[in-house]
């Protein structure tokens, strides 16, 4: 149970750090989060969704039956 806590952490952390670097990219100059597009939301999302699953270890394969 311990491990599974630990390597949740991790994911937890990993989609952290992808959100606030892809908030950071988009936030230059004078862009605030009002000016955000849906579209840049969707990508910042996606790639904290991506970390989240490549650290807690998801894997493509289909359901067992």
């Known amino acids: 149970m311990k491990t599974y806590i630990a390597q949740a952490?991790?994911?937890f952390y990993?989609?952290?750090i992808?959100?606030?670097s892809g908030l950071?990219?988009?936030l230059v100059g004078g862009v605030?989060?009002?000016d955000l597009?849906?579209?840049q939301w969707a990508t910042i999302a996606l790639a904290a969704l991506i970390a989240f699953g490549g650290?807690?270890?998801l894997t493509n394969r289909p359901p067992s039956a």
């Open 14 to 16: 990993a989609a952290l």
């Open 55 to 57: 650290v807690f270890g």
């Open 24 to 26: 950071v990219t988009v």
């Open 9 to 11: 952490a991790k994911a």
């Open 32 to 34: 605030g989060i009002a």
């Open 18 to 20: 992808a959100a606030l």
């Open 37 to 39: 597009s849906s579209g």
